[in-house]
């Protein structure tokens, strides 16, 4: 079956009209910035739900490991009772942990700081002194890594908790770890001597031996020294004297009931307190961080004894940063639009915050055991662990967090757990796996629910108070980010009523209630930041302390009321009965996506496609090839009865956007939920190399009668590769290509950039293929014939490549060709320009011809005619014009940040000696679409030939056309300078320029050095 095709054009061609190197402006800020927080001019008189405020719940001076340092202090505080229970074992005490944690912190600080550094520790840019802590799985947690993450959070560092695994895998992402966080030591669960060696050479390897050789100096100089006190102090008494030498650990060298070796280790002790407090000199620093076992820092922290005379300092790592107003923790979350990593940072006030809120709004009964329901990677467990300490609660954890028939057995065992916290997905299976167990009544005993995550649907609100049938169960969803700790407003459901009450949408959506204490949420138009009127849809934004600290920690600017962090949700607020305002999350920003003009909801697909009764799971996303147009593709996960062919076609039916369909067993999800994209996509290319049978393409059609002869073994791989790689390129399957291999490969959705895509492909497989094979042939076994030819007679296949150049020829703008260049100009800009003013145009075409250098620029003409097809004007320096069209003045600061974010790049270039693309356009009709990347690639290269004449270095060009980026970078061999997302970028005016261009367009920056071969050569 055919998809109905999606291409931009079919047989035709697209006019090209790109700006590049705007006309500058004289108050142009390159100051300008992208940042995912903002701070909003207008007027705080807008529309906002706000929480309770509390302020002692933000004090800016309390870490939360203060606050657990301060309850340990408390004269009622149960410090002798055990803090963990792992595994059904009780574990250590509070007291214990309080010791214990102040021994680690010392013996990390004693390899971290620097001699008389009164504890300055070296920094990352951002202020941030990050101990990186690697597991060997992302499910593993005991007693120790608690302990662990505790010590460090005293010292005032950051801590950070990554998976051995992922980084073994991607060696690249381990190095640019490093350089982003710039730890200042590693600690990993097993012997760092038995890491894999490419993350092991980026690392300074500490051995407990290495540890204690390297303080063995420090050791016998203590040691002698207070040896040399008590036979002075001996000979002075023997002559009468009253100078009575005394030793800060005299007491402890004379006592009897000392051996010499529990005498060295308090000496150990003594100099390692001593080396803490910089009076004693350590070794050179590495240029790498220092890497320990943790069970090498527990072993030395538990045999090292402490006289009583010498305390155990409450050690902080100085900075200008307040401790309350620093980075807690580094995690990991995945972006849902691109399904790539990014690495988030925390800081202690979001922390405190929720914490307090839990506390006010949730507190805690007087036998109550917590329950630890995240991996250390997902930064809730920091909250489930200090929520437990803090309110001296005993602490439920196992091996591994994410077994679910452990948690159930767990929560049906420990019968005072009467608080949960779970992911929707997480909860889901915990209901799934109680019944099918007949284990219901084991969750009777949970009175509270907290869900945070993702999307929470009313059917599986529903579904829990089936399962769940106590009356005194509290379900409490929560909405919000990773960012934000996955929650910055909730609601409360004590049965299936209220659920039904707070149902939206048709059934489709679960009303979000309020604000958490201390937070502010706005609904923002996404375009213009515009409060929206009440009702409206628009971007969920959050103001206060939930506001992320991601590269400003400390920064005062975050008490701020109008600074807001955009959540990439869309909703709207909505009153209830009783007038009170309540938050309806109802989209991401990242679901609409403008695609050809044309605005598409993937959420809205997906929910139309649910509703099939063969459906079990459905998910539509946007995925990359290249620069190309993004392809809409839906997964889907079928019941056994349904017929994949007829949903497929009802699919295409619904939304003519969808290029591709496939199935799968599971659509594949994070730990907390999240569709894990990258594997989504990973498998979406799988299968458009699936093929059903490749002997089909040799079979001779059903009504001919010619006999057909067995293609030779080169013709018949070469067809797999020409087959594959247009299914690459078109985003279809492979099948499919097989299926219409005779006809035009513009029929079947090809577009001139996906011409390009397809001589890539073809040529990371070895084979030679060219762009003016597309104009020669069209077909797609008439261009497997053409990558034959360039195999057995390359002499013949270059005389057809070189005679299709023949058809243009290029040459400087002259005076003459000014009318021809106005009306290309014109037809162009009235398609991408908004305005009916043809005298603006005019005006604006008319001032082009005037300022541009006419022995830069460049025209292309049909060799027969000599009509005039296209033109790239080019100029050096800086041009100013005292007219801009607004749609193209929108533009100048986008265009001027990128090549400001990229001029240490050009170094040993002066500006005066880069020639500069300014704009290219072709004719709107005459050409076909192989003909216009044809065009486009050899005006470049006759501008380039223009540049060096006149003594240019290089050729830049930046661009949000994604043909011209394409031909730069793929067959020109430009070096790519900078690049970015359209819908990333907001400018002052708060407004997104191009707003006609689709959403996954690129602005970038592109250049090249011109040598004496630069202007010719090409890459294909």
């Not at 710039?182 to 540890?211: A, C, G, K, Y």
Request: aromatic share 8%; proline share 4%; glycine share 4%.
């Amino acid at each position: 079956m055919h998809r109905p095709s999606s291409s931009l054009s079919n047989g035709t061609t697209t006019p090209i009209s790109c700006f590049h190197f705007p006309l500058v402006k004289e108050d142009y800020d390159p100051s300008d910035s992208i940042a995912p927080v903002i701070s909003n001019p207008l007027s705080p008189q807008g529309f906002r739900l706000q929480g309770q405020v509390h302020k002692a719940s933000i004090n800016g001076h309390l870490s939360i490991a203060s606050l657990l340092s301060n309850a340990f202090l408390q004269p009622d505080f149960p410090t002798t009772s055990n803090a963990i229970i792992q595994s059904g074992q009780l574990g250590l005490t509070f007291a214990q942990i309080d010791l214990i944690s102040r021994r680690v912190a010392v013996i990390i600080s004693s390899l971290v700081i620097q001699p008389g550094s009164d504890y300055q520790v070296s920094t990352n840019n951002d202020g941030d002194s990050v101990i990186l802590l690697i597991i060997d799985h992302d499910n593993h947690v005991d007693e120790h890594l608690i302990i662990l993450i505790f010590a460090i959070l005293r010292l005032g560092a950051t801590y950070m908790v990554v998976n051995r695994q992922d980084l073994t895998c991607d060696v690249k992402s381990w190095k640019e770890l490093l350089a982003l966080i710039e730890p200042i030591m590693v600690i990993t669960q097993t012997d760092p001597h038995e890491l894999e060696f490419s993350i092991r050479e980026e690392l300074t390897v500490i051995s407990r031996e290495n540890f204690e050789d390297d303080l063995e100096g420090d050791y016998h100089k203590e040691y002698k020294n207070s040896k040399n006190k008590d036979k002075i102090s001996k000979d002075k008494n023997n002559n009468n004297t009253n100078n009575n030498a005394s030793s800060r650990c005299s007491s402890a060298t004379t006592a009897d009931s000392l051996s010499v070796t529990e005498e060295m280790n308090t000496f150990a002790t003594v100099a390692l307190m001593k080396r803490i407090r910089g009076s004693l000199i350590l070794k050179s620093p590495s240029l790498q961080p220092v890497a320990i076992s943790c069970k090498c820092i527990w072993d030395l922290s538990l045999e090292l004894k402490m006289p009583q005379e010498v305390e155990l300092p409450v050690i902080h790592f100085k900075s200008d940063i307040p401790l309350g107003q620093r980075t807690a923790l580094i995690f990991r979350c995945h972006d849902p639009s691109s399904g790539k990593t990014r690495w988030c940072r925390l800081g202690h006030r979001a922390l405190r915050n929720r914490i307090s809120w839990e506390r006010l709004e949730f507190p805690m009964n007087s036998n109550e055991k917590c329950c630890l329901s995240f991996p250390l990677t997902d930064p809730r467990s920091l909250v489930q662990i200090f929520c437990s300490f803090i309110h001296a609660k005993p602490l439920l954890i196992e091996e591994d967090e994410t077994d679910i028939n452990l948690l159930l057995r767990k929560l049906g065992k420990e019968r005072q757990v009467s608080r949960v916290e779970l992911t929707p997905k997480k909860l889901q299976l915990l209901l799934d796996a109680a019944v099918e167990c007949g284990l219901e009544g084991s969750l009777y005993g949970i009175k509270t629910w907290l869900v945070s995550g993702t999307y929470f649907p009313p059917s599986l609100a529903k579904y829990f108070f089936k399962v769940v049938t106590s009356n005194d169960a509290l379900l409490v969803p929560m909405y919000g980010k990773a960012e934000v700790l996955w929650c910055v407003a909730y609601n409360m459901f004590a049965n299936v009523l209220e659920v039904n009450k707070w149902t939206l949408e048709k059934g489709t959506r679960l009303s979000m209630g309020v604000p958490i204490s201390n937070t502010s949420i706005y609904i923002l138009d996404e375009r213009t930041f515009n409060f929206c009127p009440f009702g409206q849809k628009g971007e969920i934004c959050v103001s206060g302390s939930m506001v992320p600290t991601n590269g400003y920690s400390g920064a005062p600017i975050f008490g701020r009321s109008n600074i807001f962090f955009q959540t990439g949700n869309l909703g709207r607020v909505i009153l209830d009965r009783r007038g009170n305002k309540q938050l309806l999350v109802e989209t991401t920003v990242d679901s609409r996506v403008n695609l050809n003009r044309k605005l598409i909801d993937l959420d809205e697909i997906s929910r139309k496609i649910k509703q099939d009764r063969s459906v079990i799971d459905a998910f539509a996303f946007v995925c990359r090839r290249g620069r190309d147009l993004p392809a809409v593709v839906v997964a889907v996960t079928m019941s056994t009865n349904g017929n994949f062919d007829k949903l497929q076609q009802k699919i295409f039916q619904l939304e003519p956007m969808v290029s591709c369909c496939f199935h799968l067993n599971n659509i594949p999800l994070f730990p907390d939920g999240q569709v894990d994209l990258k594997q989504l996509r990973a498998s979406y290319f799988k299968f458009l190399g699936n093929a059903r049978d490749w002997d089909k393409i040799f079979e001779p059609p059903r009504h001919s009668n010619q006999i057909y002869k067995k293609p030779s073994d080169t013709f018949a791989k070469n067809i797999q590769i020409m087959c594959k790689a247009v299914a690459f390129s078109l985003g279809v399957s492979v099948a499919e290509v097989i299926d219409r291999i005779e006809e035009s490969f513009w029929d079947i959705g090809g577009t001139p950039l996906r011409s390009i895509l397809t001589v890539k492909s073809c040529l990371c497989q070895g084979k030679r293929l060219s762009v003016e094979d597309f104009v020669i042939t069209n077909k797609v076994a008439d261009l497997t014939r053409r990558l034959t030819l360039a195999e057995k007679d390359d002499g013949k296949w270059n005389q057809g490549v070189y005679l299709t150049k023949r058809n243009f020829i290029y040459s400087k703008m002259t005076r003459k060709d000014r009318k021809d260049l106005q009306e290309i100009l014109f037809s162009n800009l009235s398609q991408s320009v908004d305005t009916n003013h043809r005298k603006e145009i005019d005006k604006y075409v008319s001032g082009l011809l005037d300022i541009f250098d006419n022995a830069l620029s460049a025209v292309g003409l049909t060799a027969e005619t000599r009509e005039v097809v296209g033109v790239a004007f080019n100029y050096k320096g800086c041009i100013k014009s005292h007219f801009l069209l607004p749609q193209i003045e929108e533009g100048i600061e986008l265009f001027n940040m990128v090549l400001q974010s990229s001029k240490h790049l050009m170094k040993g270039i002066e500006n005066k000696n880069i020639a500069k693309s300014y704009l290219i356009s072709l004719k709107s009709s005459g050409l076909s679409p192989a003909q216009s990347v044809l065009v486009t690639r050899d005006l470049i290269k006759e501008s380039m030939k223009n540049a060096e004449s006149i003594g240019c270095k290089a050729y830049l060009l930046c661009t949000v056309d994604p043909l011209i980026q394409e031909i730069c970078t793929s067959l020109l061999g430009f070096e790519v300078l900078s690049e970015m997302q359209l819908n990333l970028y907001k400018n002052k005016r708060l407004q997104k320029p191009f707003i006609h261009l689709d959403d996954h367009q690129l602005v970038g920056a592109y250049w090249k050095k011109i040598s004496a071969t630069a202007a010719s050569e090409e890459l294909i």
